[in-house]
């Protein structure tokens, strides 16, 4: 079931009005209307709290994390979806980021955002706000079907094209929460050369590689490309291998290891 | 610790797509494109991306320089005016006010698109305007 989004905006309201009364964070940080246009905010009163809005989705991860390091005392609210907590699961796997200094306000998705996003888990693990929804699988999609029913050389062929469209903006490695490499190889002349556009396959496979056991399915990625190039289809593709051969998802819990980082003693493969 | 967004347009050319800086301690961070802009929706190009870097670049000119021979010399935005203003007039003077040519740009505003198109031609008296976005 859906609840209209008007009351669940109301919810998340008065949950962060309380948290910021209380003095259990210092601010929460959401999604703010001002001037027509909403864009991330960190609350830090319940002044401008009725400017408190759920949608679109931006990358709030990251921001958080860029907050925490200079947060020296108290702790950081943040309103979280599933992918948004799973972003900063990743994150503290790579960074030092830590989880408890955050206070997750968990908003689960509606049905129709679900299905949007191919998402099989449109809920944080903790529901603050909004009903559990039925996840979607990715392979449900009619575009991931179709190139599973294709062989290797029609599919190079209709990734070729795809990808011939990049211009090679950076935005999906910029707007991705778990693309956080301080020294990135995307940038280094031996692996992309400067000014050549389209880049070449591997700018898009380095990616994909680096990302294969972090990728969240947030989308943030497809909704940042001005070429509208499906990434996620394809990253789809490679976390469906993970789940079969290895049972596992990312951002689920810190302590889990990536099967790509750990011995097959450790991770064993799964009996298929 | 202080966190703000500031919303804002992209400064590099006349497609003018939104983005929201973000401020993190007085430090300007790598912008956040605007979802809710009409234009770009939530997409940048590669110079929109890198937008907040010149402003934190160690290369960053801060004062103006003047040229005397091979070298460049740091001047004061008072000296460097002067200098512009009397060789403009100069070679106004000298060649005629066709001699000169003003180039607006799609990074400022209308307003100071405006102001540079007065001034060449009622002050200097050329119709010698053009702008980047026909580059
Ligand atoms: S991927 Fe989409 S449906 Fe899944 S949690 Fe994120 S926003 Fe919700
Ligand atoms: S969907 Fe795209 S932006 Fe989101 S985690 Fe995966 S690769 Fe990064
Ligand atoms: S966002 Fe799209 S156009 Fe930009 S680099 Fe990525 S794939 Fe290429």
Known sequence: ?272 | MNYKTVLTVCPYCGCGCGMYLPVLDGQLGQPIPDKTHPLSEGRLCIKGWAASEHVVSPDRLTQPLVRTGDDLKQATWDEALDLVASRLMTLRDRHGPDSLAFLCSAKCTNEENYLLQKFARTTVGTNNVDHCARL
């Open chain 1, 1 to 272: 079931m859906n609840l209209p989004q008007e009351v669940l905006t109301e919810e998340t309201r008065q949950i962060v009005s309380r948290l910021l009364r209380d003095n259990q964070v210092v601010g929460v940080i959401g999604l703010r209307t001002e001037h027509n246009h909403t864009g991330p905010h960190l609350f830090t009163s319940a002044d401008d709290l009725k400017e408190l809005t759920l949608e679109p989705r931006y990358p709030l991860a990251t921001i958080c994390q860029a907050i925490l390091s200079s947060l020296s005392q108290g702790k950081l609210g943040v309103i979280v979806r599933g992918c948004d907590e799973r972003a900063l699961i990743e994150m503290a796997k790579l960074t030092n980021i830590e989880m408890e200094r955050l206070v997750l306000i968990g908003l689960s998705c509606s049905e129709e955002l679900a299905r949007q996003c191919r998402c099989r888990r449109p809920y944080p693990s903790h529901i603050d706000v909004g009903e559990i929804v039925e996840g979607v699988s990715p392979l449900e999609d009619t575009q991931v079907r179709r190139l599973l029913e294709q062989n290797v050389e029609e599919r190079l062929a209709f990734w070729q094209q795809e990808f011939a469209r990049c211009i090679k903006c950076y935005g999906c490695r910029n707007i991705c929460p778990v693309c956080i490499c301080t020294e990135c190889v995307l940038k280094e002349e031996c692996w992309v050369e400067r000014g050549q556009i389209p880049p070449e396959l591997q700018f898009h496979l380095i990616r994909a590689y680096h990302i294969a056991d972090k990728c969240v399915g947030c989308g943030a990625c497809v909704a940042a490309c001005p070429m509208e190039i499906p990434m996620t289809t394809f990253y789809t593709l490679v976390q469906e291998k993970l789940r079969e051969l290895f049972d596992y998802e990312p951002g689920l819990d810190t302590k889990q290891k990536s099967p790509i980082t750990t011995t097959l003693e450790e991770t064993p493969l799964r009996e298929l």
